[in-house]
Every structure is written in structure tokens, then in C-alpha cells.
């Protein structure tokens, strides 16, 4: 039912912005918005599932245990990096960074 209001509404609006053409193209975007919605919030359920899982698989008791993040991401994902400002990334450094630009 949403998904027919979503593709009345994209025609409506297409055709009201350029005709019949427009109100075509309104339809498919209003479905393919209500579609991408939906799978991202698929997306994020599998996500919340899977680190449930992986939260509860890692011992909690041990200081030298893995953390569930780390277990998640493998070695080599950017996501297994820990978090650094944009300047250490890049190799600046803070002085680099603040000092003031040279008159032109």
C-alpha cells in the first residue's frame, strides 16, 4: 500500500513537472526511494543481528580478549583501524595544520 501511494505521488509530482515523461520517471523514483529505504533498513537488522552474535561469542572475563568490533572486522577492513584525525592520517602535523596561510 506504500508503495503504490510512493509511485502516485512520484507521478503526480513528474507530471506536474514535465508531463507524461516526467510523471514516468516521478514513478520509478518514488519506488526505487521506498525500495532503498526498505533495504537499508533490512541492512541494519542483519547488522544488529550479526554483532549480537559476535558480541556474545567474546569472553568478557579476559582483559587481553578481543573487543567485538575487532572481531568483527577483519585485519585488513579500515574499519578494524582505530580512530585518528584526518592530519595524523594524512601525515600533518598539528602545527601544519593551524598556522596561518601566507599573504598573497
Excluded: C, K, N, Y
Aim: hydrophobic share 50%; proline share 10%.
Amino acid at each position: 500500500m506504500i508503495l503504490l501511494i510512493a509511485i502516485v505521488i512520484g507521478a503526480i509530482v513528474g507530471g506536474a513537472a514535465s508531463g507524461e515523461g516526467g510523471a514516468l520517471a516521478g514513478a520509478l523514483f518514488g519506488w526505487l526511494i521506498l525500495r532503498s529505504q526498505r533495504q537499508q533498513r533490512e541492512i541494519e537488522a542483519l547488522r544488529g543481528q550479526s554483532l549480537g552474535r559476535v558480541a556474545a561469542e567474546v569472553p568478557l572475563s579476559s582483559d587481553s580478549a578481543p573487543t567485538a568490533a575487532a572481531a568483527v572486522a577483519p585485519a585488513s577492513s579500515p574499519l578494524a583501524a582505530p580512530p585518528s584525525l584526518a592530519s595524523e592520517t594524512i601525515g600533518l602535523t598539528p602545527a601544519l595544520v593551524t598556522a596561518p596561510l601566507p599573504p598573497a
